[in-house]
């Protein structure tokens, strides 16, 4: 045992830089383990112990900035995980935010922090199936004009990519990001309804080949199974929660406008 302190201790006088990036290694793994904690405690809805382990997560944040491996991280990407920490934190320790919210942005830090350490495979590359396979769903709901089938299913697409959007932003170009933007804006604006079923079907054939482009960037990662069956059980709880919103909704819009049609002078 005492050989091998005495070797270690060698070798990172020998060599310094490698010694300097394997201390940085370090940090920042156990930081992304903090992060990970953090997300299975909320899973399991002890809010309370993921506030801990958070603030830890904050206090060796600060002691690996100190200790002279804020190389680990840009300053932007230090921005971005303080960012995230705080919207997490803020979420847990209210009362009054839905455990999938909580979860969210459990989910959202914890792929941040993944994204951040990892060369290859990141986490959010597995949502790719869920997401990419939301267009054939679209597609059919524009082609039968459905459009509450379509909202439904927009919904989600939007909620599963809100969740790895931060991540992307570490992994991604912004030129990139940007058109996939500027397409989901145009699908979000109320004249998207009003085009005719060729263009939205070309719009979302736009949007679907950005994505495509951003997912094939990285390999497929094999990802930890329970962060992505927890999303995806997620994701369909929102998306429950907005059918639901979205059916009440439809259905006042219907009823206006056959009263309309009704009070109309004949």
Known sequence: MIRKVILCMMLALVFPAAGLKAKESSALQELTELSDTVFQLTRQSQYEEAVQILQYFEKRLKAAEKDGTEDMMTGSEIRQVSLAYHDTLKSLESEEVAHQEKFKAAAQFRMLMDAIESDHDPLWSSLKKPIMDSFSALKAGIQKEDNLTFREKWNHFLSLYDTIYPSLTIDVSPKQLKSVSNHIAVVENGG????????????????EKDLEDVFDQVEEDDADPSLLWVILTTGSIILSTLTYVGFRKYKAEEDRRRKREKDWPK
């Open 192 to 207: 998207f309804q009003q085009m005719t079923e060729s263009s939205k079907l070309e719009r979302l054939t736009l949007l």
